[in-house]
């Protein structure tokens, strides 16, 4: 896992080999719809472990099948995840199996093809996301529009405790993000070159959405 650090809130590139393995499976053209889901699925699980690796723990005392002891659990209320759609929601499977009682928020934006602004179309989230920890998801970070449209919505509704979490990044967009929200860090398993002039991340995987549900 690395981090860079800078004036913004960092950016953590997680490089454990599973999940450069399994993002090297998703970049490939010739990957199925089913494939690559998976896969999205997988690699969402994998990168839930490293952006709650930080979460408060407070003691608890319970009772083994041996003896009573005292062991550890998460303090605080119930983390929020809180997907983009539509590809945001590949990472939620894989991250719900890891914390079964998260909330879930929907934030639905698209990307103006012209340009390339977000327009939102859809919120739906817990009333008091002041008092938890709320994972963004969304697989690609390139213009970064859409995610930071997304953090100014949740940050309306009360949000301080935010994380951003995605697959791939550019460097237009983590710049983007971090003058717009200096106080959220962003985890993701690769930074890429560039974006090109229709704002996808050069090399990239494609259209993450199209990918996932064999759209165009």
Known sequence: MQAESGGA?????????????????????????KGFRELLNEIGMLLAYEVTRDLPLEPVTIQTP?????????????LVLAPILRAGVGFLDGMLSLMPSARVAHVGLYRDPDTLQAVEYYFKSPSDLADRTVLVLDPMLA???????????????????????CLL???????????????????TAAIDSHLNDHGYIVPG????????????
């Open 9 to 33: 809130a960092r950016v953590t590139v997680v490089d454990h080999p599973l999940v450069q393995h399994k993002l090297t499976m998703m970049r490939d053209s010739d990957r199925s719809t």
């Open 143 to 165: 213009t970064a529009n859409s995610a930071v449209a997304a953090v100014e919505r949740l940050k309306s509704r009360g949000a301080k405790d935010l994380r951003f979490v």
């Open 66 to 78: 041996i003896q009573p002891m005292e062991g550890r659990r998460i303090a605080g209320k119930k």
């Open 169 to 187: 990044a550019a460097p237009e967009g983590i710049a983007r993000f971090q003058a717009a929200h200096p106080d959220v860090p962003v985890w």
């Open 205 to 216: 995987l494609g259209d993450a959405g199209d990918r996932m549900y064999g759209t165009r």
